[in-house]
């Protein structure tokens, strides 16, 4: 029997599983979903590791050799399986997103449900999409293999972490302390999107991320704007200032050395992105948005994949609530958060950002700074043979061939594993743009769902 | 007997009365203190009721003839009490600010506490100052002279409001309503402050009034800043931008036409504001601050006093609470107010700034406008005699003369008095400029409480 043959005679029952078992995957990604582990807010700790307990047993229950790890932070969920070929590592991550503004959501982010839709079913709740919903695609490629042939295609690790949300303290120690067992042939990591509805992409470079929170404080107490408006300054003012100061007239930022580092696309890699038909109005369209906003001169594709960013993520002060109070208030607050690309240096530009703020701050103002991880870009090892395996794999399942496309986001693991394990990484997700992750009333496509684990299972006995 | 021996003669045993009575009086204000009539927060709608009822039954429990009167919003209350004489109408409010940031209140905001501190006792909690502690010096005056004397000394009408820090929406229509009632020679208000420690002031104008929210809505939902981040249009930039366009480099607010109506300052008012040896090094220094932040050019009291300001008193947008969230959120709001002299008309400045916004605003942005209250300044008939007389009693009572002074603040009610019932009214209060109101741990002066109680019995008893 030739190879090909070979490896449909072993895939199709699992396929076939897949589909018949659609129902209950779906049941059990629900469970995880009810789950409230959000690690970024110390209230839903307990949460959190329940999330980890309930992986662990449900890795278990399929026969991975799986438990939970403890670290100073959230519990990593390691598990092993299989035998001999190609050792693969998978990474997702179980922790969420806060569910605020709460009063936005149409049910409680918590009690999932499974919606018709125009655009098809979807299932609904806090990381139905980010990153449950993906994470689940891989389990269930995994339950479905092994109950139908009784093993794994191939040696694997899952890796599972608790801490994605709340900027991954505690990865780098846990990768170092556990190198040995971790380190694998390749990663897969399942928290990007598809290009399209029917295109898959493989995402061949990622952003990079610093977060910064900046405190100013005016005077010591609140004031009442009666009694001290006019000749007290207004820490609002002083930081609404900074912010509008962050970027020029054409959209770039401004920080001192900020573009150091920064590539323009080869050539031949734009010509693919304007290969893939990428339709601008159309990504925009679906948030309310008519026209790019970024740097001027840039396209949509390129302003996400290729250039960096500077954005504002929150900001609070004074009074807020219902009605109004003519506070003259003693601090504002704020988060800024960049998106770095090729060689930008996340500490020289935080060093760069704190110098600029603090130059621009009045007398009788001062600051504060708190930090929020520092990771730099990505680029992935697309030369690799396994990528181009995968990519074909892929386009079996999909209407349309799979894609190497650029990635907006930033999922620092890959560069970790490559500085920490020496292992390359792969990205494929099932994510669409309108899955709302990090917003009110997030999905999941249950083809997304569905599509994924039948893509896993491929890619599984591709690399296998 | 000579007028001013006759005078003495029915004064002063009401001041030792006074003196005697202060426990007590500090108790019945603790009472009011303790319940929580915050007017703009509907969830207190039921402790503003209360609060009146407070009132009234202490009103009546000294012979008045006091009522709760129903209006759209918090009731008033209204009181009558003694006959003949010069009939004057004593104006105060009952309703207190909200609490927030109620982590930086030493204890209970409603539970209040005489505490001894280096400046002297002070009662502590919210209202203590602004205005229940002020409202109250006038009740405990005509409580005084009733128990000694039996009556009061001439014709009063005490009306307090439950709106006042909330805009005062039903203030208007119910003067017009009852303004055969309400009308009478000439309105007491007790809702202002001391010039300094030793000196009492009457203050002779008062800066009107404009709030406004603004609401900016960029993207139809909160976007993820990896997956949007470059060409989507951040509405925290935008409404940053739009703040700190507000003022130019000297400080003076860059909204069209703001500055129409806007008087010099007179140069023999200005000589006597000179005179009074303000010390704004201290003013400044009490709340932390070391230098004037307003307009370039103007003394810290022409700010205060004679300046129009444009304050932010607020805002709001993205993820606020504990950690990071690279959100791109859909909203940004912010509530602005402006502090108005002389003849500027609050709802052309209105116009001016929601058009300047509009202006600004980039495409796929849209603004919402909340409008909170719009009074203009006013300015006190000085010339009447009662404030000769009334200067003269005030200074009896302080160790330094009483002031004629500008005030920074905005007490609607004076110009409503004026326009709807052809009343002039006259501001005397004992507020200090440390006594936190609007702010966390609010306080009053017991001294302030003790002096305030004794000013008005004399100034009741050379005004009548």
Known sequence: MPDDSRLAARLDPVLARIDADLDDALDRLAALLRIPSISTDPAYDRDVETAADWLVANLASMGFDAGKRATPGHPMVVGHGGTGGRHLLFYGHYDVQPVDPLNLWRRDPFDPEIQETGAGRVI????????????????????????????????????????????????????????????????????????????????????????????????????????????????????????????????????????????????????????LGFDAGRFLGEVGLSRPAGERDRSVLEMLWSRPTCEVNGIIGGYTGEGFKTVLPSQARTKISFRLVGTQDPHAIRESFRAMVRAALPEDCNVEFVGHGASPASVMATSDPAFETARLALSDEWPQPAAFVGGGGSIPVAGYFKTELGMDSMLIGFAKDDDAIHSPNEKYDVRSFHKGIRSWARILAALS
């Open 124 to 275: 609904r709740g806090r990381g139905a999409s980010d990153d449950k919903g993906q994470l689940m695609t891989f389990v269930e490629a995994c339950r479905a293999w092994t109950s139908v042939h009784g093993e794994l295609p191939s040696k694997l690790t899952i890796f599972l972490e608790g801490e994605e949300e709340s900027g991954s303290p505690s990865l780098v120690p846990f990768l170092r302390e556990n190198a040995g067992e971790l380190r694998a042939e390749l990663a897969l990591i399942c928290d990007t999107g598809l290009f399209d509805e029917d295109t898959p992409g493989i995402c061949t470079t990622l952003r990079g991320l610093l977060g910064e929170e900046v405190i100013v404080t005016g005077p010591d107490m609140d004031l009442h704007s009666g009694s001290y408006g006019g000749p007290a300054i207004n820490p609002i003012r002083v930081l609404s200032g900074i912010i509008a100061s962050l970027h020029d007239e054409s959209g770039r930022v401004t920080v001192p050395g900020f573009y150091e580092g920064v590539p323009e696309v080869p050539e031949d890699v734009r010509a693919q992105w304007e290969g």
